[in-house]
């Protein structure tokens, strides 16, 4: 019993995990968690760009003139 015990605490975080995933992909869920992450990448792009205009500016026309 020490043995299954100990190994479901070793890996305990990883079966969990691929459950979750399973889960995941067989319900087509990832399709939808994936655009919530775009859309969070798309705010937080957004919001650094408006507070650092200056910087993103610089840092494209450095990018433009080397091609």
């Known amino acids: 019993m020490d043995g299954i015990g100990s190994f479901f605490h ?11 995933a399973l889960v995941l992909a067989c319900t087509s869920l990832y399709r939808f968690i994936i655009a919530i992450i ?7 792009a957004g ?3 408006q507070k650092n205009k200056e910087i993103v500016k610089e ?4 990018l433009i003139d080397k091609m």
Not at 11 to 16: K, L
Not at 59 to 62: A, H, Q
């Open 47 to 49: 919001n650094y760009i």
């Open 59 to 62: 840092k494209l026309k450095n």
């Open 10 to 20: 070793k890996f305990g975080g990883a079966i969990i995990g691929g459950i979750i």
């Open 38 to 44: 775009f859309i969070v990448l798309g705010i937080w």
